[in-house]
């Protein structure tokens, strides 16, 4: 093996701007023999930035393929996930939605007593869960229930496209949503959802319901004392 040979198709290779790990794909060398040979090359402003814009393209390829990797890993252990659940029973239904109404429910103040189940939030999913536990668990009624929507003025002109939005979630028809609010806007804020992804927030009410708020506060209780054993 002529290394003289070599050494010089190297530091020819390094000074068009070839990067190691392309030299070393045509010149079968260690990489600690290609370094002695290339250290003392300069290299122009063009070299470099070929070698650096290699780089960073080589770069971006791994963090894609890593951020891929990433990705399928997270779809299979959500796939995996989905199995533990399986099929909800009617008890843990139950369950489900009186820790989701301590979470999320409005309470019976000691000052106030007489009020009834409120519920309020803006994730579609967290509210026709809500509205299934209402009546499959609570036996409530559609006439029952009351819609109330919070919009920030500045999408008061996208108010019936939030309504059908909401019609279509929870499968209610859109003349059940009449009570609509509009707050100002923070045009500081740091919400993510500001454009056309923004729905407002959607409260449920449900009529007559001080018999069934105070139950739903006794089972919470039930569920605190077991913790607490």
């Not at 290394?3 to 260690?30: D, H, M």
């Not at 989701?100 to 009834?116: I, M, N, P, T, V």
């Amino acid at each position: 093996m002529d290394y003289a040979a070599l050494k010089t198709q190297a530091i020819n290779l390094r000074k068009e701007g070839f990067t190691y790990s392309e030299i070393l794909k045509q010149i079968p060398v260690a990489k600690s023999t290609l370094s002695l040979w290339l250290q003392d090359i300069g290299l122009s402003k063009k070299q470099t930035h070929r070698i650096t814009t290699k780089q960073l393209i080589a770069a971006q390829r791994g963090g894609e393929a890593k951020r891929q990797q990433r990705i399928t890993r997270t779809e299979q252990i959500h796939k995996d996930a989905l199995k533990d659940i399986g099929v909800i029973s009617k008890r843990e239904l139950w369950l489900i939605g009186v820790m989701l109404y301590w979470a999320e429910g409005s309470k019976e103040k000691s000052h106030h007593f007489g009020s009834g189940v409120r519920f309020t939030n803006s994730d579609a999913a967290m509210i026709r869960l809500f509205l299934r536990w209402l009546a499959d668990i609570c036996n409530i009624e559609k006439q029952h229930i009351i819609f109330d929507i919070t919009i920030h003025t500045n999408h008061k002109h996208r108010t019936p496209d939030i309504i059908q939005y909401w019609a279509n979630k929870t499968g209610y028809d859109p003349e059940y949503f009449t009570h609509i609010y509009y707050k100002q806007g923070n045009p500081k804020t740091n919400r993510t959802n500001v454009g056309e992804s923004y729905y407002g927030i959607i409260r449920i009410s449900v009529r007559a319901s001080s018999t069934l708020l105070r139950r739903i506060a006794g089972w919470t209780k039930g569920v605190i004392e077991w913790a607490e054993q």
